[in-house]
């Protein structure tokens, strides 16, 4: 469930976040991500929220055989993504 939802969760949070100060945390942000706030951002942070819950423990169970990656390795990804930016990529 939170695989199939967290797109529209994080498109919600960008849209949010675009109705509040988005411009000056945009700027404050601007040498970690110089091309504007990434949908892995929004990502990220909408996997904190399902922190602890169901969904969360799920992924941990969930095996799948490269090259694919596990929803979990994606939520690891994003959140050294949001953490780092394209710097360390």
Do not use: C
């Not at 988005?22 to 706030?37: L, S």
């Amino acid at each position: 469930m939170a695989d199939r939802y967290l797109d529209e969760m994080a498109d919600i949070l960008a849209d949010i976040h675009k109705k509040l100060d988005y411009v000056a945390f945009a700027q404050v942000m601007k040498d970690v991500y110089p091309n504007g706030i990434p949908k892995s951002f929004y990502k990220s942070l909408a996997w904190e929220g399902l922190k602890e819950t169901r969904a969360d423990r799920d992924t941990e169970k969930i095996t799948v055989q490269p090259p694919l990656k596990s929803p979990l390795k994606k939520v690891k990804e994003a959140k050294e993504f949001a953490r780092y930016g394209l710097k360390k990529l």
